[in-house]
């Protein structure tokens, strides 16, 4: 069976206002309706009801940048949203250790894992990002230590069901900075990590595996022709109605 084919756009902190993030939704859900593969628009937090408004009758699904570790609907915990409160604005997926919250919020390990469990337990899709840093990448052990970090976030988490895992795999190096991995070292390490996964849990053969890292029109379909790349995770070209849906239209 062929595994799905995801695009997903992080907006990150942009655009400044709500009106903007309802308009840039209301584009791409116009504009995704004929696409053979599932798509999301993954807002910031201020931003999830205006888009989400947006996005309710079409096909582009509604995703959340982060969610609460603790296991609790509501509570005492300033700043927190939890899994239930985002399933209640209609999020459908979020990520979980994207490098940005690992470098400046310190995210990683224990509470990736709780994340991710939060998520599954509570009907959200987790997307877990995994990445090397340039010198990594350099030093040539970039595939040991991404697995080394896969393993160490899913294994806690194996007696859960991991159907809706969905994996990312975003060289630090390549995100936002109009350097993109090449499609074969991309190719090479999707082998890798997807041989990394089928031996911690047979049903991760179905778990997508997106390339994320400066992909734009001009490269999607390098990509997209990658038999162990199951797709995009996009960040500065997804605020571009047009380009994100070029993107999506090399992975459908
Ligand atoms: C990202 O932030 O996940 C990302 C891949 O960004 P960009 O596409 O801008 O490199």
């Not at 700043?79 to 979980?96: P, T």
């Not at 469990?117 to 595939?143: F, I, K, M, W, Y």
């Not at 089928?198 to 734009?216: C, D, F, M, N, R």
Request: proline letters at 4%; charged letters at 15%.
């Amino acid at each position: 069976m062929p595994r799905q084919q995801w695009v997903i756009g992080n907006w990150k902190m942009n655009p400044v206002t709500a009106k903007a993030a309802a308009e840039l939704a209301s584009d791409l859900s116009q504009s995704a309706s004929k696409l053979n593969c599932s798509v999301a628009a993954v807002p910031s937090a201020a931003h999830l009801a205006a888009a989400g408004n947006s996005l309710s009758e079409g096909p582009v699904l509604l995703g959340a940048q982060n969610l609460c570790a603790l296991e609790v609907a509501s509570g005492a915990h300033t700043g927190e949203i939890s899994a239930e409160q985002l399933k209640d604005l209609g999020v459908s997926l979020v990520l979980v250790g994207h490098s940005e919250r690992r470098a400046n919020q310190g995210e990683a390990g224990d509470v990736l894992s709780q994340k991710i469990q939060r998520a599954l337990e509570s009907g959200l899709r987790p997307v877990l990002c995994v990445g090397e840093d340039l010198a990594t990448r350099e030093s040539g052990n970039h595939l040991e230590q991404v697995a080394a970090d896969l393993v160490r976030v899913l294994t806690p988490l194996l007696d859960q069901d991991w159907s809706t895992l969905i994996l990312a795999y975003e060289p630090i190096w390549a995100i936002g900075t109009g350097r993109s991995a090449n499609p074969e070292d991309a190719e090479q390490m999707h082998q890798h990590l997807r041989a990394v996964l089928l031996g911690l849990k047979a049903e991760a053969q179905h778990t997508p595996i997106l390339y994320g890292g400066s992909v734009k029109p001009s490269n999607a379909a390098a990509y997209a022709a990658c038999a162990n790349i199951d797709g995009a995770l996009v960040g500065g070209a997804s605020l571009i109605a047009d380009d994100f849906m070029d993107i999506a239209r090399a992975f459908s």
